[in-house]
């Protein structure tokens, strides 16, 4: 192997990182010219200027698994790795939307709990259940693209459960059909919203709060399961270092194109297993 390959892959790499994400300090840096009192050079579009036609020149980091692709064909002298880079990039991109999916689950879970809260405080200080909504709505976002149909609806004394529990369907807005319950008893059998709404947060907070229990409880497994994947690179790296040069094996020897091959299935198999097991626990 040629002594510059290294160095090479190594410079390669860190010019697509710095070409993937150079544009992000963009803002920052031109904020930082103007309030230091610096002036922009001659020529320099305006602020928030953006050639069109070219949304997409923001990449996602999925496509960092085609950088690793050519660093490994590079170092390798193979061109597999460039084969399976782009089989790899919407695998990683549907895990990382799942896993954006997650979080948003989760902020509006807890929008919800603060949009409960809100009305219950308003209430207290008098503001009518419409107004409280309105306030309650608007300060947390709780109701997502549903928010004007609802506010509508308290607005102009529209079915406000029913409004409230379609907003519900939402992924994470399950807490919504609980204050459809509330405000549909406080209509129709005159009990005290604020009251029920009190009960309906605690219960939410205590449910967030068990979630978040178990998943701390599984973070261990979730460890266990990184430390997995990450054996084989740890080994390959290890045979690197002891010059046993195991990419060359892997990729221009038949044996090795067998391993490759058979490894690179049992390990897929065995993460995907993994993570179904860790992944029931947590739906359980």
């Given at each position: 192997?040629?002594?510059?390959?290294?160095?090479f892959?190594?410079?390669?790499?860190?010019?697509?990182?710095?070409?993937?994400?150079?544009?992000?300090?963009?803002?920052?840096r031109?904020?930082?010219?103007?309030?230091?009192?610096?002036?922009?050079?001659?020529?320099?579009?305006?602020?928030g200027?953006?050639?069109?036609?070219?949304?997409?020149?923001?990449?996602k980091?999925e496509?960092?698994?085609?950088?690793?692709?050519?660093?490994?064909?590079?170092?390798?002298?193979?061109?597999?790795?460039?084969l399976?880079?782009p089989?790899?990039?919407?695998?990683?991109?549907?895990?990382?939307?799942?896993?954006?999916?997650?979080?948003?689950?989760?902020?509006?879970?807890?929008?919800?709990?603060?949009?409960?809260?809100?009305?219950?405080?308003?209430?207290?200080?008098g503001c009518?259940?419409?107004?409280?909504?309105?306030?309650?709505?608007?300060?947390?976002?709780?109701?997502g693209?549903?928010?004007?149909?609802?506010l509508?609806?308290?607005?102009?004394g529209?079915?406000?459960p029913?409004?409230l529990r379609?907003?519900?369907?939402?992924?994470?807005?399950?807490?919504?059909?609980?204050?459809?319950?509330?405000w549909q008893?406080?209509?129709?059998?005159?009990?005290?919203?604020?009251?029920?709404?009190?009960?309906?947060?605690?219960?939410?907070?205590?449910?967030?709060?068990?979630?978040?229990?178990?998943?701390a409880?599984?973070?261990?497994?979730?460890?266990?399961?990184?430390?997995?994947?990450?054996l084989?690179?740890?080994?390959?790296?290890?045979g690197?270092?002891?010059?046993?040069?195991p990419?060359?094996v892997?990729?221009?020897?038949?044996?090795?194109?067998?391993?490759?091959?058979?490894g690179?299935?049992?390990?897929?198999?065995?993460?995907?297993?993994?993570?179904?097991?860790v992944?029931?626990?947590e739906?359980?």
């Amino acid at each position: 192997m040629v002594t510059g390959q290294p160095v090479f892959a190594a410079a390669l790499c860190a010019g697509a990182a710095v070409w993937l994400f150079a544009g992000r300090d963009r803002g920052p840096r031109r904020g930082r010219l103007l309030f230091a009192g610096g002036a922009l050079p001659v020529g320099t579009p305006p602020l928030g200027w953006w050639p069109r036609g070219r949304p997409g020149l923001r990449l996602k980091p999925e496509w960092l698994c085609l950088v690793g692709a050519l660093v490994l064909a590079v170092l390798g002298e193979s061109l597999l790795p460039l084969l399976a880079g782009p089989a790899a990039v919407p695998l990683v991109g549907r895990r990382l939307r799942a896993r954006e999916r997650g979080k948003e689950r989760d902020r509006r879970a807890d929008a919800v709990i603060e949009l409960c809260a809100a009305i219950a405080a308003e209430l207290r200080a008098g503001c009518q259940p419409g107004q409280a909504l309105r306030f309650g709505a608007r300060a947390t976002g709780a109701l997502g693209a549903e928010e004007p149909a609802v506010l509508a609806a308290a607005r102009f004394g529209g079915d406000v459960p029913e409004a409230l529990r379609r907003a519900a369907g939402a992924d994470g807005a399950d807490g919504l059909a609980g204050l459809a319950a509330c405000w549909q008893v406080a209509v129709d059998g005159g009990a005290g919203l604020a009251a029920g709404l009190d009960r309906l947060e605690a219960a939410l907070r205590d449910q967030r709060e068990q979630r978040e229990r178990l998943r701390a409880q599984l973070s261990g497994a979730w460890a266990t399961v990184v430390l997995l994947a990450l054996l084989p690179v740890a080994g390959l790296a290890m045979g690197a270092a002891l010059g046993a040069e195991p990419l060359r094996v892997l990729l221009h020897t038949p044996a090795g194109l067998a391993c490759l091959v058979v490894g690179g299935a049992l390990e897929a198999a065995g993460l995907w297993w993994a993570g179904r097991i860790v992944r029931a626990g947590e739906e359980s």
